[in-house]
């Protein structure tokens, strides 16, 4: 194994650290400013014990590291509220550095304890300059509008209770995921984007029906985002803590007008004389969608068990919304007939989708196109869904990372499932 550090710039050391702290285990935030008070990277962990934020510093020196860049940092840490802030170099510090961070949330990483953490984390990739630099990180990938990331970043910064603010960077950065730009997708920016999800949650997702909203709508993202890294258990658990799987009432479907299980399915329209359509998009205020993809990631990672149990899930909900129809509801009894229609056409599309993700027929992912919040009403809110918006899972897997353990990741759905049982 090669790790060519004495060739590799400043950047190209931030690059090999921020690479070096996801195969760690924490999901890192690259940030794009200088002078930016010396802090590299923002690391983040989910870990008991250790969750939190990180703030890192990477310097890639000939000399020793003295006091005043400890001291600095330190600062910096408290007056961020950060768990800890971290040195990393290729050198080593001075006693005065050393003794300064003794007792304090400081952690000092030299050149002897990176050689054994590489020798830990890459022990059987080869790595050189090149090979280290192939992954840009999406601020500086082609295409990427550094400047109107770094304005809508700087406008949440000073308007931290808007959530305008938050939406106008959140749409900046779906954006290139919705219109599936691989190369800056799966450049960091996911995981920028899962973090700005977490945040809008935390912030906008507590209080009232509006909080409640925006706190699925952007679970529901989340999870979205999750399938993307190839992380389904995680992405299961989403769904597993805004509803249960088993208890989805789909009377409200009925009289809301939506029978679907991909967005090009029938439904009907109440305002223009009861008529039927077929849609090619949707606005989803429910999980079908979501499900949907689950299903697919399931069936694409070989998960007999848990494939099964939502296929299984999948036509119990379309057997009740068939049956449903039939019966005498004060409701839609005026529309029965057209119910019935509706019901069976989708009820047999169902069926054969269902049954060509069951045999691997070209798995899909389908990508959320925008969020509608409605503020008068936050009921009509959702996620607007097409049948032109997805992507191939067999398009995605090579972006995923190695260390990835499905089969853990099947046990722990498993377990999630028996909690709905």
């Given at each position: ?121 890459f022990s059987n990739t080869f790595i050189t300059k090149n090979s280290i630099t192939a992954k840009t990180h999406f601020t500086k990938a082609e295409g990427f509008e550094l400047n109107k990331y770094i304005y809508y970043k700087q406008i949440v910064d000073t308007n931290k209770r808007s959530l305008d603010a938050y939406l106008d960077l959140f749409n900046f950065i779906y954006n290139y995921i919705e219109s599936k730009n691989m190369k800056i997708m799966y450049s960091g920016l996911i ?231």
């Open positions: 194994m090669l790790v060519d550090i004495e060739n590799m710039d400043g950047y190209e050391f931030e690059g090999f650290i921020a690479e070096l702290l996801r195969k760690i285990g924490f999901v890192v935030e690259e940030t794009p400013l200088s002078g930016d008070s010396g802090v590299d990277l923002i690391a983040y962990s989910k870990e008991p014990l250790y969750k939190g934020k990180y703030l890192i510093q990477c310097k890639r020196w000939e000399g020793n590291i003295g006091e005043p860049a400890v001291r600095d940092l330190y600062g910096v840490v408290l007056s961020n509220n950060a768990n800890k802030g971290i040195i990393i170099t290729n050198s080593f510090f001075t006693q005065q550095a050393v003794e300064f961070a003794d007792g304090k949330n400081i952690e000092l990483i030299d050149g002897n304890i990176l050689n054994n953490l590489i020798n830990e984390y995981e920028e984007c899962i973090l700005l999800c977490e945040e809008i949650i935390k912030r906008f997702g507590v209080k009232g029906k509006k909080g409640i909203v925006i706190k699925g709508l952007f679970s529901r993202i989340k999870g979205t985002l999750l399938m993307l890294l190839g992380q389904i258990d995680d992405a299961y658990e989403m769904i597993h803590k805004i509803m249960e799987f088993n208890k989805q009432n789909f009377t409200y479907n009925l009289v809301g007008h939506y029978f679907y299980f991909y967005p090009e399915h029938y439904t009907y329209t109440a305002a223009l004389e009861s008529k039927e359509e077929y849609r090619s998009f949707i606005l989803e205020r429910g999980l079908l969608i979501h499900k949907t993809n689950m299903l697919n990631m399931l069936v694409y990672i070989n998960d007999e068990y848990s494939s099964k149990w939502l296929y299984d899930k999948y036509i119990s909900y379309y057997n009740f919304i068939k049956n449903a129809a039939y019966e005498e509801n004060e409701i839609i009894v005026k529309r029965k007939q057209l119910l019935i229609d509706v019901a069976n056409k989708n009820y047999k599309l169902v069926n054969e989708q269902i049954e060509s993700v069951m045999s691997k027929n070209k798995l899909k992912l389908f990508l959320p196109e925008s969020i509608i919040i409605n503020d008068k009403d936050p009921i009509y809110s959702g996620l607007t869904y097409s049948i032109n918006s997805f992507l191939y899972i067999n398009d995605i897997v090579a972006y995923w990372s190695s260390n990835l353990d499905f089969e853990k990741q099947k046990e722990k759905i498993k377990f999630l499932i028996s909690l709905n049982e």
